[in-house]
């Protein structure tokens, strides 16, 4: 017994030596390599300019915008801060692949998904149930040795990073997925961004 003992006791201190199982992230990161990732809490996102110049590593920073309202509940989208000067919701979290924008006294919100042409809209209401949001996104860290260079992972969405415009609609600026025309934006006024996330 005694013997039992000492191998049950030197067990559990292995165990405990070891680090807990890395859950690996979700089908949402598919084919986004080894830097995928789909869960981490309080951060922000900026746009960084994919194509033109950018006056620091980090990029515009972005912030629910008030986007209209349907029936019990307010749309939000991504909107840059600079055309938006609030920040109701300043920590989001990626919770195994849903995105879940939180902030003091704030309603809750949740995600069907995102459509292309689009924002990405945010229904906002009492109602809302943030757990059972879409499970989309993924955030993948640099790993390439020779790095995209700004140091913060990108944000994907269907396991796409390269698809986010910023694009002038009313008077925000706001990102839109796979912009097109004929969406009520001008085409012409986007330009391509990564969505970078911040912590
Ligand atoms: C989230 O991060 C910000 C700055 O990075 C910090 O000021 C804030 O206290 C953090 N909030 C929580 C709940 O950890
Ligand atoms: C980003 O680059 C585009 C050119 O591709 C430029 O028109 C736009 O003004 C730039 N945006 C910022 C915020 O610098
Ligand atoms: C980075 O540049 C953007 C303009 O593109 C600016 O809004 C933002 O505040 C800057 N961020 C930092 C950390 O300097
Ligand atoms: C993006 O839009 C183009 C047309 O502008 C379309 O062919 C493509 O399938 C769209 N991609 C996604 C992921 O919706």
Redesign the pocket.
Known sequence: MLAFGLLTAVLAAVASALPAAKRAPGAWCNGLGGGAFDSLSNFTLAAYNATGINTNTTGAPLVLGSAGAISGAELKDLATFASFPFNQYPSIALSEGRLLPTGPGTTPTAQNGVT??SEVVFLASNSAQPSQGAQIWCAVADTDPAGHGTGHPFLAV?S?TD?FSLCPINSRVSVVY?A?TGRGYDLDACYPVKLQLIF
């Open positions: 292309a042409g269907n796409d698809s796979n097109t």
